[in-house]
């Protein structure tokens, strides 16, 4: 289907237990993938949209909730990235301890580098820009910055949780039986 009308119905994907495989960001899939996956057998769809795609032989309704059938297990170790390390402090700077926006976040070393500080989960925490630049290569008891909770490596589960906290802006009504978050889910 060629027109534009198709463009916002994503697929929820859960995975077999009936869980999102990720809520933050939120496990979704394009359309032409959950359709791929439904013809390629890969998922049960359990909830669809009213919209209708066609292919030359066949209609297809759009799914919206989607579960895996094979279990795809979590990863045991999370990756150190700047987004998991910004999950993991919940978005907040570890000085100040006010939430920013992603953009407005950098993270720190807690021992800075040029001290030996290590580029690790063990030492580096989500700060704001001004936080930052006040602790420059300082250590942290010297200048009495110190982080609010001591940086430890994360486990995929705690991630989760803290995904939570932050539901996406659009979520159709279809996928609420399937949602578990902290925030209300009706507006």
């Given at each position: 289907?060629?027109?534009?009308?198709?463009?916002?119905?994503p697929a929820l994907v859960l995975n077999a237990d009936f869980r999102p495989?990720?809520?933050?960001?939120?496990?979704?899939?394009?359309?032409?993938?959950?359709?791929?996956?439904?013809?390629?057998?890969?998922?049960?769809?359990?909830?669809?949209?009213?919209?209708?795609?066609?292919?030359?032989?066949?209609?297809?309704?759009?799914?919206?909730?989607?579960?895996?059938?094979?279990?795809?297990?979590?990863?045991?170790?999370?990756?150190?990235?700047?987004?998991?390390?910004?999950?993991?402090?919940?978005?907040?700077?570890?000085?100040?301890?006010?939430?920013?926006?992603?953009?407005?976040?950098?993270?720190?070393?807690?021992?800075?580098?040029?001290?030996?500080?290590?580029?690790?989960?063990?030492?580096?925490?989500?700060?704001?820009?001004?936080?930052?630049?006040?602790?420059?290569?300082?250590?942290?008891?010297?200048?009495?910055?110190?982080?609010?909770?001591?940086?430890?490596?994360?486990?995929?589960?705690?991630?989760?949780?803290?995904?939570?906290?932050?539901?996406?802006?659009?979520?159709?009504?279809?996928?609420?039986?399937?949602?578990?978050?902290?925030?209300?889910?009706?507006?």
């Amino acid at each position: 289907m060629a027109d534009g009308s198709t463009l916002n119905y994503p697929a929820l994907v859960l995975n077999a237990d009936f869980r999102p495989l990720s809520y933050f960001p939120l496990s979704l899939w394009a359309w032409q993938d959950a359709i791929k996956a439904v013809c390629l057998d890969r998922v049960s769809v359990l909830s669809e949209y009213d919209m209708e795609v066609h292919s030359p032989r066949q209609a297809f309704r759009l799914p919206s909730v989607v579960a895996l059938k094979d279990y795809v297990p979590a990863a045991r170790k999370p990756a150190f990235t700047r987004f998991n390390v910004f999950l993991r402090d919940n978005f907040s700077c570890q000085y100040c301890g006010e939430r920013h926006p992603t953009q407005e976040l950098t993270f720190d070393h807690v021992i800075p580098r040029c001290k030996g500080g290590r580029t690790s989960w063990e030492n580096v925490v989500t700060a704001c820009g001004c936080c930052n630049l006040r602790k420059g290569p300082h250590m942290p008891h010297h200048i009495g910055m110190l982080p609010r909770r001591p940086p430890v490596r994360p486990t995929s589960w705690e991630l989760q949780e803290n995904g939570r906290a932050f539901p996406p802006n659009y979520l159709h009504k279809s996928w609420h039986d399937y949602l578990y978050w902290d925030a209300e889910l009706e507006g």
